[in-house]
């Protein structure tokens, strides 16, 4: 009798384990972006003041927290969202240095748009499922 349970149950049990692991990678992205996007938005106001010396030492803030999180990221995710936000900071810390405004605050903003985007591609809904 218990043999007719064994599959049902294994595969209930897999089916809860899948979504917790889904659950704990979306809270990891969800919490890791969030540490990312809170210094980014200082460096804008930052920016909107041409505060260049405070702007370069928060973005080295978040330089450190990104080399932190590309550690295990690119398990959870694409390793193409890896790249922009690379590039995309890689562009930004010339900007910074060079002090081109406008340059600095369009990609700024491509960052966070990029930073956002990780949790909500990964979020379980049924956009992220077809």
């Not at 030492?57 to 790249?83: A, C, G, S």
């Not at 562009?91 to 700024?108: G, M, P, T, V, W």
């Amino acid at each position: 009798m218990l043999k007719k349970y064994l599959v049902p149950l294994s595969l209930l049990l897999l089916f809860f384990a899948l979504l917790l692991f889904g659950w704990g990678t979306f809270q990891l992205l969800s919490s890791g972006a969030q540490s990312l996007l809170t210094p980014a938005g200082r460096i804008q106001g930052f920016l909107e003041k041409e505060d260049w010396n405070q702007a370069n030492l928060i973005y080295r803030e978040i330089e450190n927290k990104w080399h932190k999180f590309r550690v295990y990221w690119p398990m959870l995710i694409h390793h193409q969202e890896i790249d922009r936000i690379e590039e995309s900071m890689s562009k930004l810390k010339s900007y910074l240095r060079n002090e081109k405004l406008s340059d600095a605050e369009a990609e700024l903003n491509n960052l966070i748009h990029y930073i956002k985007h990780i949790p909500e591609k990964e979020r379980f809904n049924l956009q992220n499922i077809l």
